[in-house]
């Protein structure tokens, strides 16, 4: 792997991960992710960010310096723009390899330096408007924007070359190859970073939202060049359209998304099953588009983000020993971490010798704030009257939309 110039003296660097690992141990990654690290020269030297010891990442870190005639020992400033540990995983050899640079982050930043890795020296905190002036013309700046994705977080930015080193945001899943620039990869693939994009940001920003509008509007002063994320493409040749991406996705949390409708849905024998196809032929009447997911044979990963970025939710499932069927319980609690607010959602299910999904679901969706359509439930198999009722409130729900 080797650096690629972004310009005169700044590197992107990036490691990509293939693995069967998830990623924060809980959401797959079967396309990878790459972590991307960044290197700004001026008479010293700055490294952004850096890596965990993952699948040779560190190892592929090391190749992308020496293609610059750099290596560990060489870095004078360590910049670490958020401590999670996809990012910083590796520190404590860096700081073998390396004891002399000094690692600068935020004030929280620092403090979990220490607890995360027991560095205690060599250490600065930055803040709002603090520079590292790294001699040759080269002057990095600091903002703190808390909350993309932890407290702690803060955007580095090199005003020369108009980059914008933001980590977290504007970042994506997927491994880069030997590619980083947007103007390098075809419509498909912007297609594939858009899909795995719009995952990343509703499994790891979805709680978030708000802030990576308060960064956006933090940072709107600067003339954005290149927007240098620490995952996925970097952009140079239109920054603006993952800024505006990111905002587009931050403005769905809490109110309307795109007009559509994702089914979620879990069955035992069937019986629920049929009542979400007929959900589906009142939806379709209505000639609104719907994505279908069923759990738990689908991963959460992917049946979050079709609930972050639709309007409206059929949940479907039985009752389950006097409660819900419990993956849907998983997936609602995921759901209220995650922020999945503002929805307009239709609920139903068949129960067998008694129901209970009712209340458990009710209790679970209390804090949602959720336009709930009456839920909907029968004994057993669904009588033709059921099947019409269900029919009647798929549309329901698809009317709702259309009148949003
Ligand atoms: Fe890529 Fe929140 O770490």
């Given at each position: 792997?080797?650096?690629?110039?972004?310009?005169?003296?700044?590197?992107?660097?990036?490691?990509?991960?293939?693995?069967?690992?998830?990623?924060?141990?809980?959401?797959?990654?079967?396309?990878?992710?790459?972590?991307?690290?960044?290197?700004?020269?001026?008479?010293?030297?700055?490294?952004?960010?850096?890596?965990?010891?993952?699948?040779?990442?560190?190892?592929?870190?090391?190749?992308?310096?020496?293609?610059?005639?750099?290596?560990?020992?060489?870095?004078?400033?360590?910049?670490?723009?958020?401590?999670?540990?996809?990012?910083?995983?590796?520190?404590?050899?860096?700081?073998?390899?390396?004891?002399?640079?000094?690692?600068?982050?935020?004030?929280?930043?620092?403090?979990?330096?220490?607890?995360?890795?027991?560095?205690?020296?060599?250490?600065?905190?930055?803040?709002?408007?603090?520079?590292?002036?790294?001699?040759?013309?080269?002057?990095?700046?600091?903002?703190?924007?808390?909350?993309?994705?932890?407290?702690?977080?803060?955007?580095?930015?090199?005003?020369?070359?108009?980059?914008?080193?933001?980590?977290?945001?504007?970042?994506?899943?997927?491994?880069?190859?030997?590619?980083?620039?947007?103007?390098?990869?075809?419509?498909?693939?912007?297609v594939f970073?858009e899909d795995e994009g719009l995952r990343y940001f509703a499994n790891?920003?979805s709680?978030?939202a708000?802030?990576?509008?308060?960064?956006?509007?933090?940072?709107?002063?600067?003339?954005?060049?290149?927007?240098?994320?620490?995952?996925?493409?970097?952009?140079?040749?239109?920054?603006?359209?993952?800024?505006d991406r990111y905002l587009k996705y931050a403005s769905w949390a809490g109110g309307p998304a795109e007009k559509k409708i994702a089914v979620i849905w879990?069955?035992?024998?069937?019986?629920?099953?049929?009542?979400v196809d007929a959900v589906i032929r009142g939806i379709e009447k209505e000639g609104i588009p719907y994505v279908v997911r069923r759990v738990?044979?689908e991963n959460v990963s992917w049946v979050l983000t079709d609930a972050y970025r639709c309007s409206g939710i059929v949940l479907a499932?039985?009752?389950?020993?006097?409660?819900?069927?419990?993956?849907?319980?998983?997936v609602l609690?995921i759901f209220?971490?995650k922020h999945i607010y503002g929805k307009k959602v239709l609920r139903i299910?068949?129960?067998?010798?008694?129901?209970?999904?009712?209340?458990?679901?009710?209790?679970?969706i209390?804090?949602l704030k959720w336009t709930s359509i009456?839920?909907?439930?029968?004994?057993?198999?669904?009588?033709?009257?059921?099947?019409?009722?269900l029919e009647?409130k798929g549309a329901e729900l698809a009317r709702a939309l259309k009148a949003e």
């Open positions: 792997m080797k650096a690629q110039t972004i310009a005169e003296g700044v590197y992107c660097l990036h490691a990509d991960i293939q693995t069967t690992d998830l990623f924060e141990g809980i959401w797959p990654i079967p396309d990878g992710v790459s972590l991307n690290a960044y290197v700004v020269r001026g008479e010293k030297t700055a490294l952004i960010d850096l890596v965990r010891d993952w699948t040779g990442a560190p190892q592929q870190l090391a190749d992308c310096l020496a293609s610059i005639g750099l290596d560990f020992s060489r870095i004078d400033y360590l910049i670490l723009n958020h401590l999670e540990p996809d990012h910083t995983g590796w520190l404590r050899e860096f700081r073998k390899q390396n004891p002399g640079a000094e690692i600068l982050a935020t004030a929280k930043g620092i403090n979990l330096v220490k607890t995360f890795y027991k560095v205690e020296t060599g250490l600065r905190a930055v803040k709002d408007g603090d520079t590292l002036d790294l001699g040759g013309g080269k002057v990095l700046g600091f903002f703190e924007t808390p909350n993309i994705h932890w407290p702690e977080t803060m955007i580095t930015w090199e005003p020369v070359s108009g980059t914008l080193f933001t980590c977290d945001a504007f970042g994506s899943f997927g491994t880069l190859g030997d590619r980083v620039f947007d103007d390098e990869f075809t419509e498909t693939e912007h970073f790891i920003l709680s978030f708000v802030f990576v509008e308060k960064a956006v509007r933090k940072t709107a002063g600067l003339d954005i060049k290149i927007v240098a994320p620490s995952h996925g493409p970097v952009w140079r040749e239109n920054p603006q359209k993952i800024i879990g069955s035992m024998y069937g019986q629920t099953k049929e009542g738990p044979d499932m039985p009752t389950y020993e006097y409660a819900m069927f419990p993956p849907m319980s998983y609690d209220r971490r299910g068949s129960w067998g010798w008694a129901g209970g999904a009712k209340k458990d679901y009710e209790a679970a209390e804090a009456e839920s909907y439930e029968w004994p057993g198999s669904p009588t033709e009257e059921d099947l019409k009722m009647a």
